[in-house]
Nanobody, 126 residues
Framework: VQLQASGGGLVQPGGSLTLSCAAS????????VGWFRQASGKERDVIAS????????YYADSVKGRFTISRDNAKNTVYLQMNSLKPEDTAVYYC????????????????????WGQGTLVTVSS
C-alpha cells in the first residue's frame, strides 16, 4: 500500500489546517492509521491514531482538544483536522498504516506501523 500525506503549509498561530492521508494500491479497510510528527532535531512522536472502524481514537496530550482524526474508508482516506495551531506544532507530519489486524484497536508506537507516507511540512508562524 502507498500512502500520500498532503495538506501541509504555512499557517498563522491560531489558524487551522486539515491534513489528508490517501491510500492507494490496497484498501484502507482493516488498517489502523496513525499521524506522527517530527520536529527538527526531535524524535518522531504519535499525535493521533484511529482504529480501522474509526470507533477508537487516541490523541497525545499536546494536541487533545485541538486536533481531530477521522477516516472515510470508502475514500481510502484518513484526515487530521488541526485547529488552534501553535508554533510548537511546527513539524513534518507523517501518516502510517498498520496492516496486521488484531482487532479494532489504535496503536501509538512507530514500530507498530508497517507503511509510511512521505510526510508533509506544517509551519506555524506569524
Amino acid at each position: 500500500v502507498q500512502l500520500q500525506a498532503s495538506g501541509g503549509g504555512l499557517v498563522q498561530p491560531g489558524g487551522s489546517l486539515t491534513l489528508s492521508c490517501a491510500a492507494s494500491g490496497r484498501t484502507f479497510s482493516g488498517y489502523a492509521v496513525g499521524w506522527f510528527r517530527q520536529a527538527s532535531g526531535k524524535e518522531r512522536d504519535v499525535i493521533a491514531s484511529i482504529s480501522w472502524s474509526g470507533g477508537s481514537t487516541y490523541y497525545a496530550d499536546s494536541v487533545k482538544g485541538r486536533f481531530t482524526i477521522s477516516r472515510d474508508n470508502a475514500k481510502n482516506t484518513v484526515y487530521l483536522q488541526m485547529n488552534s495551531l501553535k508554533p510548537e506544532d511546527t513539524a513534518v507530519y507523517y501518516c502510517a498504516a498498520r496492516t496486521v489486524y488484531l482487532g479494532d484497536y489504535y496503536y501509538r508506537r512507530p514500530r507498530e506501523y508497517d507503511y509510511w507516507g512521505q510526510g508533509t511540512l506544517v509551519t506555524v508562524s506569524s
